[in-house]
């Protein structure tokens, strides 16, 4: 019998469902800290925070590792490829949550909804409200694969022309033009809105600099979704101190959670959301259909996997 261990809650109905599916599978629904449990388990699912070298040696048995997460920068990926262990993970599922979140902060910019809140607090009647049109607006997507692609396509119905940037400058879905890393200084003071969905790897790491906010549009908004380290948070901060751009909506930062005296709370221009653009009531629901795709390809001993991950590259 194979024995999969969770490593996070899951709700008493999808407990079931996947118990009724898969009678002749052991699950426990526990943490990494159960130790029998680890042991035991040739399959756990996890959001990979959890997953280091020493519960790695535990896991003796451990043979495929199902990640609820499209970031894996914190696993021991090193460890993991020696043992030959097989990564999957739940890319996809973020397209919806994040790229209504990407929108909604957008259209609160625009339409001065941050202004009208704060007149409403004071009880100000006032109408020079300073708002603008999303509408006939040029904007880059660096990394567009599932998410900046669903990211695109929402832009696209407001009439926003989409340029895409990956390391290849390779089509993807809804993107007017596409260029590649390399091309992102003659792009950038052409347009009015960057956003960033990249993962964290050697390649896009410290991806943007401060340089590259002086290029941008002294009105430009720029959205970071993807990780902390694509820019250093004092070359940011600085571009921020000397208005280089208008806006930074940061929903991933260099070290989480954010210090509390971390200027970047109070900074003018700046929105700090807590990592939570991906979530979703949905985010469970969808990582167990993966999931549970996946464990029928593993009782039949298939090879057809979806998401499976190179954990050389981390991706």
């Known amino acids: 019998m194979t024995n999969v261990l969770f490593t996070f809650t899951v709700k008493d109905h999808l407990i079931k469902q996947l118990q009724n599916e898969f009678p002749d599978v052991e699950f426990t629904f526990s943490s990494i800290k159960d130790i029998d449990a680890l042991e035991q388990a040739e399959i756990i699912m996890t959001y990979g925070e959890d997953i280091s070298i020493e519960t790695l040696k535990q896991a003796s048995a451990l043979k495929w590792l199902m990640v609820a997460s499209a970031g894996l920068e914190k696993l021991p990926l090193r460890e993991i490829a020696e043992r030959d262990i097989l990564i999957t993970n739940v890319k996809g599922i973020h397209k919806t949550p994040m790229a209504e979140s990407v929108m909604a902060h957008l ?35 660096i990394g567009p694969g599932a998410i900046g692609s669903e990211i695109g396509r929402l832009l696209q119905a407001f009439k926003v022309t989409t340029t895409g940037c990956n390391r290849s400058g390779n089509h993807a879905l809804h993107m007017d033009h596409m260029i590649s890393f390399d091309q992102l200084n003659d792009v950038l003071p052409t347009v009015d809105i960057v956003i960033s969905v990249l993962p964290s790897t050697p390649e896009t790491r410290g991806l943007l600099t401060y340089e590259h906010f002086v290029l941008m549009k002294k009105d430009a908004i720029f959205m970071n979704f993807g990780r902390g380290d694509l820019v250093k948070e004092e070359q940011l901060v600085k571009a921020m101190q000397e208005r280089q751009i208008a806006f930074a909506v940061l929903d991933v930062f260099e070290k989480e959670p954010l210090g509390k005296n971390h200027p970047l709370w109070t900074m003018e221009g700046v929105i700090v959301s807590p990592h939570v653009s991906s979530h979703s009531s949905e985010y469970v629901s ?30």
Do not use: C
Not at 109 to 131: N, T
Not at 286 to 307: C, M, P, T, V
């Open 286 to 315: 969808r990582a167990l259909n993966i999931f549970i795709e996946n464990l029928h390809q593993w009782n039949k001993e298939g090879s057809d996997y979806k998401n499976i991950i190179d954990s050389e590259k981390g991706y």
């Open 107 to 141: 259209l609160s910019i625009k339409r001065a909804l941050p202004w009208m809140y704060l007149q409403q607090d004071k009880s100000e009647w006032r109408k020079r409200s300073g708002s603008s049109e999303l509408y006939g607006s040029k904007a880059l997507v």
